[in-house]
């Protein structure tokens, strides 16, 4: 008889997520890595080691997050702001890439 896993679940605490269902601020990569939006700031977690990092603070552009989308490699993770703005960041450099501007309205979904 198998034995099942003891904690087959992990509880995550996100304090500040907004509460809008149009928003995507949450996406897991093929990486095994998942992104969470909060306000200003993007944060990975990686279950396998319990690591949380920062990959993005944009509170001095006056701007907030609402979507995030990983790349299909996971090496890219696409972020569209309030102010219209889509960010695509280099997740091994923690660098900016490439700013997509154009929209005049938030950025609700990625793909």
């Not at 969470?36 to 701007?63: H, R, T």
């Amino acid at each position: 008889r198998q034995k099942s896993p003891k904690k087959n679940f992990q509880v995550l605490d996100v304090p500040h997520i907004q509460d809008d269902f149009y928003m995507n601020l949450i996406d897991w990569s093929s990486q095994n890595v998942l992104a969470v939006a909060l306000n200003e700031c993007v944060y990975f977690w990686n279950p396998s080691n319990q690591q949380i990092s920062v990959l993005c603070d944009i509170a001095y552009e006056l701007d907030s997050i609402t979507s995030v989308k990983w790349s299909e490699n996971g090496e890219h993770l696409a972020v569209g702001t309030t102010n219209g703005m889509t960010k695509v960041f280099d997740v091994r450099a923690l660098t900016l890439v490439h700013e997509i501007p154009g929209h005049c309205g938030r950025v609700f979904c990625l793909a």
